[in-house]
T-cell receptor, first 114, second 113 residues
Framework: EAGVVQSPRYKIIEKKQPVAFWCNPI?????LYWYLQNLGQGPELLIR????????DSQLPKDRFSAERLKGVDSTLKIQPAELGDSAVYLC????????????FGPGTRLTVL | GQQLNQSPQSMFIQEGEDVSMNCTSS?????WLWYKQDPGEGPVLLIA?????ELTSNGRLTAQFGITRKDSFLNISASIPSDVGIYFC?????????????FGKGTLLTVNP
């Protein structure tokens, strides 16, 4: 069974540019999460989806970050415009609905903002 | 955001030695989880603990859910080179945020062959 797929794996951009990350969760997993992982830190939740609905986006900086999961499967996380402090790893995870402790993580996208 | 207190921050040990790391929190958690993260990869779940006082093993790994529900430890016995990586504890809450994982800052483990 394929795991959580993320692309790109690495992205280098200049500040003020837009950037987008894509995630394909494990087949059948209705719950999808985006996490931010700064260097030397554990992951921190940005947003959680149940199917196509964002049920918790309280930690998402909405002035520059946006996310969508239009058909309840793949998801995209966007930053516009990117700032130097956005350099981090963006992790996507998925789980079956109701099994929040069994979250499976993708490899992440490492973003560097110059 | 809220983080757990995980210690030690890093460990450098010889192959074959046992390792112990722990996590403490000011908040009560209903579930404690231990993850391992290899370079360039996402965290992988090692052990999940669901009851206060629970002691669970997974091969050479043993973890315990503290009685107060505010702490947990992970032991690795007879370490091998492939144990190298960053180990994270995570607590999962209750009520409205029962899905949310709060992670520690990780313990970097280096094993010298």
């Amino acid at each position: 069974e394929a795991g959580v797929v993320q692309s790109p794996r690495y992205k280098i951009i200049e500040k003020k540019q837009p950037v987008a990350f894509w995630c394909n969760p494990i087949s059948g997993h209705n719950t999808l999460y985006w996490y931010l992982q700064n260097l030397g830190q554990g992951p921190e939740l940005l947003i959680r989806y149940e199917n196509e609905e964002a049920v918790d986006d309280s930690q998402l900086p909405k002035d520059r970050f946006s996310a969508e999961r239009l058909k309840g499967v793949d998801s995209t996380l966007k930053i516009q415009p990117a700032e130097l402090g956005d350099s981090a790893v963006y992790l996507c995870a998925s789980s079956l609905s109701g099994t929040y402790n069994e979250q499976f993580f993708g490899p992440g996208t490492r973003l560097t903002v110059l | 955001g809220q983080q757990l207190n995980q210690s030690p921050q890093s460990m450098f040990i010889q192959e074959g030695e046992d390792v112990s790391m722990n996590c403490t929190s000011s908040s009560i958690f209903n579930t404690w989880l231990w993850y391992k993260q290899d370079p360039g990869e996402g965290p992988v779940l090692l052990i999940a603990l669901y009851k206060a006082g629970e002691l669970t093993s997974n091969g050479r790994l043993t973890a315990q859910f503290g009685i107060t529900r505010k702490d947990s430890f992970l032991n690795i016995s007879a370490s091998i080179p492939s144990d190298v990586g960053i180990y994270f504890c995570a607590g999962q809450g209750s009520g409205g945020s029962n899905y949310k994982l709060t992670f520690g800052k990780g313990t970097l483990l280096t094993v010298n062959p």
